[in-house]
């Protein structure tokens, strides 16, 4: 079975969201914002030197952002492999002149959108392996948002 499928059959939404999509599925490392053509290449020639080991997240919970109004899997358990990597991504990008955010890391994978009054169950654990990473552009549709992906680097 799929991560997709294995987080679909997972996961009861409350009626009143929207879920996301499962092609949208991802979970941000380090978020950019909106940068110049010229920035972003240097960043894409920086990202080749960014190394790992294959590893797998897990997420063994299901957590409500109020604010947001978000619906995501998350872990209480930090992943060293992924914090290694993000830790690269924002030493790169720093370097470029490119301001990131200064919240520690948490892991999360957005389900639902729009969640006002969440059912909570408890969920198995779902682990998703990680062979590469990408540069994402979010890309606002008539359905909410669609992420293109400008490059992939495989670990």
Not at 104 to 112: D, I, K, N, R, Y
Request: glycine share 4%; with cysteine; net charge positive.
């Amino acid at each position: 079975m799929s991560v997709t499928q294995t987080i679909e059959r997972s996961i009861k939404l409350p009626i009143d969201c929207r879920p996301v999509a499962a092609e949208n599925y991802h979970v941000t490392l380090v978020f950019l914002g909106l940068v110049e053509p010229g920035v972003q290449l240097e960043i894409c020639r920086s990202m080749a030197q960014v190394t790992s080991p294959l590893f797998t997240v897990q997420f063994r919970q299901i957590t409500h952002w109020k604010k947001p109004k978000v619906l995501c899997l998350t872990d209480s358990k930090a992943n060293g492999a992924l914090l290694n990597v993000v830790t690269q991504i924002k030493k790169s990008v720093e370097k470029l002149g490119v301001s990131v955010e200064r919240r520690p890391f948490q892991a999360h994978l957005t389900v639902a959108k729009g969640v006002l009054r969440p059912h909570v169950d408890s969920v198995s654990r779902i682990s998703w392996p990680v062979e590469s990473f990408c540069l994402l552009e979010s890309i606002s549709v008539s359905s909410g948002v669609r992420y293109a992906i400008i490059q992939r680097w495989d670990f």
